[in-house]
């Protein structure tokens, strides 16, 4: 099967934090608490996700308030922080949902990647993500984590499914309203 074919089939999308969508840099308050950086493209991108019809989430092993925060604003409907084993809450967010793994999306960067990334429908890989994440994934951002990778691979699935001009239609309803 082909990764056009793969992206065709994508019903859900969903992604790593950490090196994905934010560069994997953490600046650490002297309170302890994390402050991230997160791409305002890639915002962008879940946003025109949401308004065609894609669901999205996010499993990570960090516990983070400003990625519970961000998650917030942009609708992120499934948010798992603090996971250790992904594949468990990966499969546990397909029977909720009622989709398959061949349904979804996965972009990650690391290790901890692997077992969801060769589980999904579809798996890309930042373009500074670790070797053996590069080689199980369909497919290559030419992006790096916290740059906009998480756009790029959506924009792939947006031009696979044929979903350009409902985006901008969409998005031009929304300008009118404002």
């Known amino acids: 099967m082909t990764n056009l074919e793969r992206a065709r089939r994508v019903r859900m999308i969903l992604m790593d934090v950490d090196g994905t969508l934010t560069d994997g840099s953490l600046l650490l308050m002297p309170d302890g608490e994390e402050i991230k950086s997160y791409n305002v493209r890639d915002?962008?991108?879940?946003?025109?996700?949401?308004?065609?019809?894609?669901?999205?989430?996010?499993?990570?092993?960090?516990?983070?308030?400003?990625l519970t925060e961000r998650s917030r604003k942009l609708k992120i409907s499934e948010v798992h922080q603090g996971i250790l084993d992904k594949a468990a809450v990966f499969q546990d967010i397909l029977d909720r949902n009622g989709i398959s793994a061949h349904e979804t999306a996965y972009i990650g960067d690391d290790l901890g990647d692997l077992e969801v990334m060769r589980r999904a429908g579809l798996?890309?890989?930042?373009?500074?993500?670790?070797?053996?994440?590069?080689?199980?994934?369909?497919?290559?951002c030419r992006l790096e984590g916290g740059r906009g990778a998480v756009r790029e691979f959506l924009e792939y699935i947006f031009a696979a499914q044929?979903?350009?001009?409902?985006?901008?239609?969409?998005?031009?309803?929304?300008?009118?309203?404002?």
Do not use: C, Y
Request: proline fraction near 3%; glycine fraction near 12%; aromatic fraction near 6%.
């Open 43 to 66: 915002g962008m991108g879940l946003l025109m996700a949401h308004l065609v019809g894609f669901r999205t989430g996010i499993i990570t092993g960090k516990t983070s308030r400003a």
């Open 123 to 140: 798996a890309a890989a930042v373009a500074d993500a670790h070797p053996r994440v590069i080689q199980s994934s369909h497919f290559l």
């Open 162 to 178: 044929g979903k350009w001009p409902e985006i901008e239609s969409r998005l031009g309803a929304l300008k009118d309203k404002i």
